[in-house]
């Protein structure tokens, strides 16, 4: 049982380069999201997926896109790689929350660095 | 949408005292807290959630308090130990909704010194 894998775990762009991050989970989550994490800015939501097939942009979605073609994979494009999008990203999965449940707790990869230069 | 604000952004402490983190939220829908431990290079882990129909939770050594009426909630860390030491996310969320998905804090750097 594998949790959450990102591949690749580093990369280095130059600006105006493209690039897909690739984000597996085998919990059979519902839910999928990609973040980006910089320094004094905690974990900002990018774009996240509740099924097979939908995706939705989260709070800073600008200059990325994302696929959901099979349920558990969720995929981060960077079309035209841009300085600013120097970070690290975390993919994460998740049951879909509900007041109900024990828990929402999501599951994170180990993070891919990426940095564009 | 949902702000989140924690507070301090760094937190140095002697092993043994206690850590307290503090986060608001700015919607009053929002009734699902989580907090996040990063240790150095690894990815975020839950610790510990509470929702909003209780206003205390305790983990062991861990506990949360919810105040909804103020709209913010606190982390509180007793007899710290190095290996707490870590970057911690408070974070927000309605659930019972379609969407689950979670609006962090800024995170606090903590540091136990033995």
């Known amino acids: 049982n594998a949790g959450v894998t990102q591949t690749p775990k580093f990369r280095v762009l130059k600006t105006g380069q493209s690039m897909t991050l690739l984000c597996a989970q085998d919990m059979n989550h519902e839910y999928m999201y990609w973040y980006r994490q910089d320094p004094g800015m905690g974990l900002r939501l990018i774009h996240y997926s509740v099924g097979e097939g939908t995706t939705a942009k989260g709070e800073v979605p600008d200059g990325y896109n994302v696929s959901r073609l099979k349920k558990q994979n969720f995929l981060l494009g960077l079309e035209s790689a841009a300085p600013s999008q120097t970070s690290v990203y975390f993919c994460a999965s998740s049951h879909r929350v509900r007041v109900d449940r024990n828990t929402g707790e999501l599951f994170f990869g180990e993070g891919s660095r990426l940095t564009v230069l | 949408g949902e702000n989140v604000e924690q507070h301090p952004s760094t937190l140095s402490v002697q092993e043994g005292d206690s850590a307290v983190i503090k986060c608001t939220y700015s919607d009053s829908a929002s009734n699902y807290f989580p907090w996040y431990k990063q240790e150095l290079g690894k990815r975020p882990q839950l610790i510990i959630d509470?929702?909003?129909?209780?206003g205390e939770k305790k983990d062991q050594r861990i506990a949360v308090t919810l105040n909804k009426t103020a709209k913010h909630f606190s982390l509180h860390i007793t007899e710290t130990q190095p290996e707490d030491s870590a970057v911690y996310f408070c974070?927000?969320?309605?659930?019972?909704?379609?969407?689950?998905?979670?609006?962090f804090g800024q995170g606090t750097i903590l540091t136990v010194h033995p």
């Open positions: 509470i929702r909003s129909n209780v």
């Open positions: 974070a927000a969320a309605r659930s019972g909704t379609s969407y689950g998905k979670l609006t």
